[in-house]
C-alpha cells in the first residue's frame, strides 16, 4: 500500500524509520512488521465500512436491524455453537476457538475494570499471558489496538456478567 505522492512529512518520517531500522534486532522487526500489517488491515476495514455506510445511506430505512458485529469499526465477531460448549471467536483475520471458561473470563474482564481503558489493558495482559495465539495472529501488539476495542464492544453487546 504505496501514497500515490509522499507529503514532505511522509518522506521525512520514512527516512527516519530506516535510519532506525538498522538498529533494531529481528525480534523488534518481527513486531513492527505485525504492527505495520495491523495498521494496513485496519485501515482497509475502515475503508471498507464506509463503503457499505455510503451504500446504506443510498437505501431507504427499515428492512430489519443487522448484527451486532458489523456495527464495530473493526472486524470481531462471536459465535457459539454445541449449545455452548465451543466459541469461535473471529478478531481481525484470525479465527480462534475458545472454551466457555476462556469466554467467562473475557466477559468477568470487560465488565469488571473500572474504565474501558483498563478493561483493554487487562484483556491483553490475560490474553498475552494465556493465549498468545490469539494476539500474533490477529496482529495485536498492544492494548491500544482497534481490535481490542472491538472485542471488548462485542463482548459487552452480547453477552451480560451475571450475579453469583
Known amino acids: ?23 533494531v534486532d529481528e525480534e523488534g522487526l518481527l513486531f513492527l512488521l505485525r504492527q505495520a500489517q495491523t495498521l ?6 475502515e475503508r471498507i465500512n464506509q463503503e457499505e455506510q455510503k451504500l446504506k445511506g443510498a437505501r431507504k430505512p427499515g428492512g430489519g436491524r443487522e448484527p ?3 456495527d464495530t ?6 459465535e457459539e455453537s454445541d449449545g455452548g460448549k465451543t466459541i469461535f471467536l473471529n478478531i481481525g483475520k484470525a479465527r480462534k476457538v475458545l472454551t466457555p471458561e476462556e469466554m467467562r473470563r473475557i466477559v468477568r474482564i470487560c465488565y469488571a475494570a473500572e474504565t474501558k481503558s ?40 452480547t453477552y451480560t456478567l451475571k450475579e453469583r
Do not use: W
Open 1 to 23: 500500500m504505496k501514497a500515490k505522492k509522499a507529503a514532505p512529512g511522509r518522506a521525512k518520517l520514512e527516512k527516519e524509520l530506516k535510519e532506525a531500522i538498522q538498529e
Open 40 to 45: 494496513i488491515s485496519n485501515a482497509r476495514v
Open 68 to 70: 451486532v458485529q458489523r
Open 73 to 78: 469499526r473493526a472486524a470481531v465477531s462471536i
Open 118 to 157: 483498563e478493561a483493554l489493558r487487562q484483556l491483553f495482559t490475560v490474553l498475552a499471558r494465556e493465549r498468545k495465539d490469539i494476539l500474533a495472529d490477529a496482529l495485536i501488539g498492544n492494548p491500544d489496538n482497534p481490535l481490542l476495542e472491538a472485542l471488548f464492544t462485542v463482548v459487552r453487546q
